[in-house]
Structures are given as C-alpha cells and as structure tokens.
C-alpha cells in the first residue's frame, strides 16, 4: 500500500517563499500529495540587550509570530479551502538545519530562491544553496516572480 507523498515547503513570509508554497501546492494536486508548510524562529542575536530593535517586552515572542506568519501566508496563498491536506510546523533553530530535518522521509523540498534575508539581484540564497547540496531528497527551488513574470 502506497502513502500519499510528502511535500516540505520553506514559508518565511517573503515572496519567494510564497511562490514556493503556490507551486508545492500545485505539485500535490498534480501528484495526490501533501504539503508539509514549515517555518522557523530563533531568539534575535541580541535580544535584551540595551539599545535593540527588539523591544524587551515579556509579550515578544518570536515563536508565536513565526506561527501567525505561516498560517497567515498560507492562507493568502492557497485561501482557506487549498484542495491538498497542508500541515503547518513552526519550528526552532536555523531554516537549513529544520528543514534537512522536515525533509527527512519527504518526496520532494520546496524552497524559495530568496528569503527575507535576500540580497537583490542573487539567484540562490543561502539557504536554498544549502538545502541543494545537502537534502535528503530532490530539492526545488522556485524563484520569485520579477514584475514581467507575473500571471
């Protein structure tokens, strides 16, 4: 008896990572899968310390944004009926090391070709540059849409 095959996105928010989410999405449809949505979080370098961006505030908490980020995205990309089952997972540490781990076992790795951390202009980001030469399965990296591009 064969399973439904697992597909792992890398969601952080961005726009390339919402193409990914788009087209793993697709994907599933196409092949009878599921989409396992994954994003990340980790403690700002300097949190707490005197004269940060991050407002040392007992509120801030960068799992719980992390989350409302992904299934916000999720639900922008696909709306609220997205014909494939989709996990969301929040998960902490560096994107590379949670998504090698979410990738385990899966048919296929979705991700972005430019997260938030991006420079203009880069084909692969760090990340997306890892995750190929390092995943345990077929990587796609999907790349954002430049203005010309668009449907």
Not at 3 to 13: E, F
Not at 39 to 50: L, R
Not at 62 to 72: D, K
Not at 111 to 126: E, K, M
């Amino acid at each position: 008896m064969s399973s439904k095959p697992r597909i792992v996105v890398g969601v952080d928010g961005s726009p390339a990572s919402e193409q990914a989410l788009r087209w793993a999405v697709d994907y599933a449809k196409a092949v009878g899968g599921t989409v396992s949505a994954v994003t990340t979080w980790e403690y700002p370098a300097f949190y707490g310390w005197v004269g940060t961006s991050v407002p040392p505030t007992e509120s801030f908490n960068p799992e719980e944004l992390a989350g409302r980020t992904l299934s916000q995205t999720v639900v922008r990309v696909v709306g609220d009926d997205p014909a494939v089952p989709i996990s969301e997972s929040v998960m902490p540490g560096s994107a590379v090391r949670a998504l090698l781990e979410a990738a385990k076992g899966a048919a296929l790795l979705v991700v972005g070709s430019r997260g938030l951390g991006g420079f203009s202009g880069v084909l692969l980001g760090s990340v997306s540059r890892h995750l190929t030469e390092h995943a345990p399965c077929p990587v796609v990296v999907v790349r954002e849409p430049r203005d010309e591009d668009a449907r």
